[in-house]
């Protein structure tokens, strides 16, 4: 099957899906998020697949959600903003929801949008030059799945989602437990087929179950009426819209995103080393 902007290959039971826009750094528009909906379908259809791995082509696993598709639709209020958000959303929890073991392959910057693409997943295999972070509140914008507290806790969601903190090193991504294993680059797309491999090797219906009755357990919790109630509130955030984001989104328009960047930036003190 051929898409634009999704890679979608099997290596015997294992699937492969590449994000493929790296000119974009693979940033998530509107187009992206459908393929990998089809293309997670198709994989979940398939009794030959029995893992699936998500990475992203070139340097990069993904900025996250594309501002300059934003800056083009210029999507304002409520009604607009809603099934934006929700595809968004949506589409994150496919990899939470599929019964199939989904695994994060990842090296360089995994943001925002992303950063909660990898949450959703089973597990992360990093290589040593990935780094994460949420960086929306910096900017104006709200987070769409709030996954974070529950893998964290609050304190540490807090810290990272308040502050926008948009550069976790792979090594405290590791200590924090949002990354499994760290290995060099050049080893990245070998390990995290292994991994894959080792768990398509089991049982298919062992491992569905299995990952049912561990997602249950947060889930029994409120984990998906929690991420309903967070949706709507940064529905609530994106269609007020908040100063912040209204000027840097016309920085960006006139200026340019790097501009719109090192206006963002600007603002908060500077980080000691």
């Given at each position: 099957?051929?898409?634009?902007?999704?890679?979608?290959?099997?290596?015997?039971?294992?699937?492969?899906?590449?994000?493929?826009?790296?000119?974009?750094?693979?940033?998530?528009?509107?187009?992206?998020?459908?393929?990998?909906?089809?293309?997670?379908?198709?994989?979940?259809?398939?009794?030959?697949?029995?893992?699936?791995?998500?990475?992203g082509a070139g340097t990069?696993?993904?900025?996250?959600?594309?501002?300059?598709?934003?800056?083009?639709?210029?999507?304002?209020?409520?009604?607009?903003?809603?099934?934006?958000?929700?595809?968004?959303?949506?589409?994150?929890?496919?990899?939470?929801?599929?019964?199939?073991?989904?695994?994060?392959?990842?090296?360089?910057?995994?943001?925002?949008?992303?950063?909660?693409?990898?949450?959703?997943?089973?597990?992360?295999?990093?290589?040593?030059?990935?780094?994460?972070?949420?960086?929306?509140?910096?900017?104006?914008?709200?987070?769409?799945?709030?996954?974070?507290?529950?893998?964290?806790?609050?304190?540490?969601a807090k810290e990272i989602?308040?502050?926008?903190?948009?550069?976790?090193?792979?090594?405290?991504?590791?200590?924090?437990?949002?990354?499994?294993?760290?290995?060099?680059?050049?080893?990245?797309?070998?390990?995290?087929?292994?991994?894959?491999?080792?768990?398509?090797?089991?049982?298919?219906?062992?491992?569905?179950?299995?990952?049912?009755?561990?997602?249950?357990?947060?889930?029994?919790?409120?984990?998906?009426?929690?991420?309903?109630?967070?949706?709507?509130?940064?529905?609530?955030?994106?269609?007020?819209?908040?100063?912040?984001?209204?000027?840097?989104?016309?920085?960006?328009?006139?200026?340019?995103?790097?501009?719109?960047?090192?206006?963002?930036?600007?603002?908060?003190?500077?980080?000691?080393?």
């Amino acid at each position: 099957m051929s898409y634009q902007f999704i890679r979608y290959e099997k290596s015997g039971s294992v699937a492969t899906l590449t994000l493929s826009r790296p000119e974009r750094t693979n940033a998530l528009n509107g187009a992206m998020l459908g393929e990998i909906s089809d293309t997670i379908t198709a994989a979940e259809s398939d009794p030959e697949v029995r893992a699936i791995i998500v990475t992203g082509a070139g340097t990069a696993f993904s900025s996250g959600f594309d501002l300059k598709e934003q800056m083009e639709r210029r999507p304002r209020g409520m009604a607009e903003w809603q099934p934006i958000l929700r595809k968004d959303f949506e589409t994150v929890m496919r990899f939470w929801h599929c019964p199939k073991p989904t695994i994060a392959s990842v090296r360089g910057a995994c943001l925002a949008g992303a950063f909660e693409l990898m949450l959703a997943c089973d597990a992360t295999i990093a290589s040593e030059t990935a780094f994460f972070g949420e960086p929306e509140l910096k900017f104006g914008a709200g987070i769409v799945v709030m996954l974070l507290p529950w893998l964290t806790g609050p304190k540490i969601a807090k810290e990272i989602i308040f502050s926008g903190e948009d550069r976790i090193l792979v090594q405290r991504a590791l200590a924090l437990g949002l990354v499994n294993k760290i290995v060099p680059d050049s080893e990245l797309e070998e390990a995290s087929l292994t991994f894959a491999q080792h768990l398509a090797a089991i049982d298919p219906e062992v491992m569905r179950q299995t990952k049912r009755a561990i997602n249950k357990s947060f889930e029994m919790r409120g984990l998906l009426e929690a991420l309903d109630a967070a949706l709507d509130i940064d529905l609530l955030i994106e269609g007020h819209g908040s100063p912040d984001k209204l000027e840097f989104m016309e920085i960006a328009r006139t200026q340019g995103l790097k501009a719109a960047l090192a206006w963002r930036d600007s603002r908060f003190p500077a980080k000691r080393t």
